[in-house]
């Protein structure tokens, strides 16, 4: 897979070493930087990950910043994102199977290295279930129609 990777300072620790996991696994990988570890701010480096992502040029994204909230945040604005900020290997898995998530956020600062290469690699690995889920992800994307006029009020009730 063709694999953007970026990063904010409080990730970039973690960027190189995983690019290079990434390498050894035999994906192609996409340093959108940043170049150093000089303060910086993390939706400027998701944004360059998330359009890569959406226009195909790349297959995946992996985003690092302190938690993986702020950068998948930012990537998840993008049209045709679904980016989930992950702690675990259970939930890089379930935001495979069910959600067909196309990038993950990590967090530099609070999952070590060993674990966020364990949260890439299945996260890479794991295929969408489809199935149920897949009428649920089509109304995930329908929020980026700007024609989308919102579920009625009463819907549900
Ligand atoms: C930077 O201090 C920090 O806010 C950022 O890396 C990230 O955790 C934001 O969500």
């Known amino acids: 897979m063709r694999i953007a990777i970026g990063s904010d300072h409080a990730g970039f620790l973690q960027k190189a070493p995983i ?15 940043p170049a150093t570890d000089a303060r910086c701010d993390y939706p400027d480096f998701a944004d360059k990950v998330a359009r890569l992502v959406a226009s195909g040029q790349a297959d995946r994204g992996v985003l690092i910043c302190g938690t993986g909230i702020g950068i ?17 290997v259970e939930f890089a898995r379930l935001a495979r199977e069910h959600n067909d998530a196309n990038v993950v956020g990590l967090s530099g ?23 149920r889920h897949t009428g649920r992800v089509e109304k995930i994307m329908r929020e980026d129609d700007p ?6 009020a009463d819907f549900g009730m």
């Open 109 to 131: 600062r609070f999952v070590s290295l060993m674990d966020n290469e364990a949260i890439v690699d299945t996260f890479l690995t794991t295929e969408f279930s489809g199935g």
């Open 72 to 88: 998948s945040m930012t990537a998840d604005k993008v049209a045709g994102i679904r980016a989930v900020p992950v702690q675990t």
């Open 147 to 152: 024609d989308f006029p919102g579920v009625p």
């Open 19 to 33: 690019a290079d996991y990434l390498r050894s696994l035999g994906h192609e990988v996409i340093d959108c930087g």
